[in-house]
């Protein structure tokens, strides 16, 4: 069983639209949450960070954190272009910080 | 501006000649990790360094080796590169917490192996 997965997308949205990204994983000890974008060809950039249940908002980014079900997922509201991108699941584990593979998000102008 | 650098952005190598990247930080930053990462594929934890302890996967190859020699600068020396081992190779920084508050990453550099 994969420790952080993501479903790897396309995931095609219209510009405007809610894009909602999702991530589960398996260490039930994990404390800390993050999401990174990753543009093609380019390095992760941190865009989210949680850590307790519930949602955290940050401009058009919403996180949100439930450790009973072992899912975090991100919401973009008013989805750009600009927005197409990997975005990448990461949680701190009982050891280390993993990755998941990523969501492949395309924005369709 | 604080940041993570790394360098080059693009390097070619010889199959079998060995390369070293290099990356330095200005974050003051405890912790610092080299990353693998193959098209598609999430980031892989080769190694990293808390301060001057030195912590290696336990499936990171005998090929990639690390050096820190001192708090603003690592690098990772490949001593006989494959065509396997063609990928971006990302550095990141955290403070003290391993990662909890999230990670800085450098820009990358991308490996082609001929």
């Known amino acids: 069983q994969k420790e952080v997965e993501q479903n790897s997308g396309p995931l095609s949205v219209p510009e405007g639209a809610i894009a909602s990204l999702n991530c589960t994983y398996s260490?039930?000890?994990?404390?800390?949450f993050f999401w990174y974008r990753q543009y093609s060809g380019k390095s992760p950039e941190l865009i989210m960070s949680?850590?307790?249940?519930g949602d955290k908002e940050d401009g058009r980014f919403t996180a949100q954190l439930n450790k009973a079900s072992q899912y975090v997922s991100l919401l973009i509201r008013d989805s750009q272009p600009s927005d197409s991108a990997t975005y990448l699941c990461a949680v701190t584990g009982t050891y280390k910080y993993i990755f998941g593979t990523g969501t492949r998000l395309k924005v369709l102008a | 501006d604080a940041m993570v650098i790394q360098n080059p952005r693009y390097q070619v190598t010889q199959f079998g000649k060995p390369v070293t990247l290099s990356c330095s930080q200005t974050?003051?930053?405890?912790?610092m990790y080299w990353y693998q990462q193959k098209s598609s594929q999430a980031p892989k934890l080769l190694f990293h360094?808390?301060?001057?302890?030195?912590?290696n996967e336990a499936d990171t190859p005998d090929n990639f080796q690390s050096r820190r020699p001192n708090t603003s600068f690592c690098f990772l020396d490949i001593r006989s590169p494959g065509l396997g081992d063609a990928a971006m190779y990302l550095c990141a920084t955290s403070g003290k917490g391993q990662g909890a508050f999230g990670y800085t990453f450098g820009s990358g550099t991308r490996l082609t192996v001929v």
């Open positions: 949680i850590y307790s249940n």
């Open positions: 974050l003051n930053h405890n912790v």
């Open positions: 260490d039930r000890v994990s404390q800390s």
């Open positions: 360094y808390y301060d001057k302890d030195f912590n």
